[in-house]
């Protein structure tokens, strides 16, 4: 079965750490996605990757870095966690670019709380 | 950039009872997708839909895109109490572009 994980389901940190969360999946897919899902704002993208060591802006990218240097494993960074991050994280894959995409696989979430 | 707007927010209806969502996008879509996430769970791809004016029904469940490719809808005949959690629209424009998802609407079916 395919499958997305993510590392965390539950992380608490403080203001002002370095975090990192974890992706990993095993379907061999092209492109990988961070979002993060906060009540009445739905899923808003942070980052994706279309490749090894490729990385493009989403939506809402400040505060936030990526790591791809392995295709089946796609980090986020917190580069000093604030309160305002508090937050469901979801990863999610796919496979194939453009008009013959194809449906998100979504990890179980990390519910991240800054304290 | 590409909106997507979805309607209701929330609806809650009597098991057995019909229910739509239905999704608009500000510019015309490539394709458009839908998502299920249960009450705790993560987002669950549905189903793709390509074609102008395409239909495809998976059971219960109806979904349509409109003949400009700029709204879809999804329609749950009879629901159950398994239908419920928050039904998401994903539309993608044109080349390499990302998805962009609805806000949702959260369905409540009550026994």
């Known amino acids: 079965d395919v499958k997305v994980t993510q590392s965390s389901r539950y992380l608490v940190k403080r203001t002002g750490e370095k975090v990192f969360l974890e992706c990993v999946q095993d379907?061999?897919?092209?492109?990988m996605f961070w979002y993060r899902q906060d009540p009445g704002l739905g899923l808003r993208l942070i980052y994706f990757?279309?490749?090894?060591?490729?990385?493009e802006k989403g939506d809402i990218p400040e505060g936030y870095s990526v790591s791809r240097e392995k295709k089946e494993r796609f980090s986020l960074i917190l580069e000093s966690a604030s309160t305002n991050q508090t937050s469901m994280y979801l990863c999610?894959?796919?496979?194939?670019?453009?008009?013959?995409?194809?449906?998100?696989?979504f990890g179980s979430g990390t519910r991240l709380t800054v304290v | 950039g590409q909106q997507v707007m979805q309607i209701p927010q929330y609806q809650h209806v009597q098991e057995g009872e019909d229910f739509t969502t239905y999704c608009n996008s500000s510019t015309t879509l490539s394709n458009i997708q839908w998502y299920k996430q249960r009450p705790g769970g993560h987002p669950v791809f549905l189903i793709q839909?390509?074609?102008?004016?395409e239909v495809k029904k998976q059971k219960r469940l109806t979904f349509q895109f409109g003949e400009a490719k700029k709204n879809s809808s999804l329609h749950i005949t009879a629901t159950q109490t398994t239908d419920v959690g928050t039904y998401f629209c994903?539309?993608?424009?044109?080349?390499?572009?990302?998805?962009?998802f609805g806000k949702g609407t959260m369905l409540l079916v009550s026994p």
């Open positions: 839909l390509v074609k102008s004016g």
């Open positions: 994903a539309g993608r424009g044109g080349g390499y572009s990302t998805l962009t």
């Open positions: 990757s279309y490749d090894v060591k490729m990385k």
């Open positions: 379907m061999d897919h092209e492109n």
């Open positions: 999610a894959s796919s496979s194939y670019r453009g008009l013959s995409g194809y449906g998100y696989t």
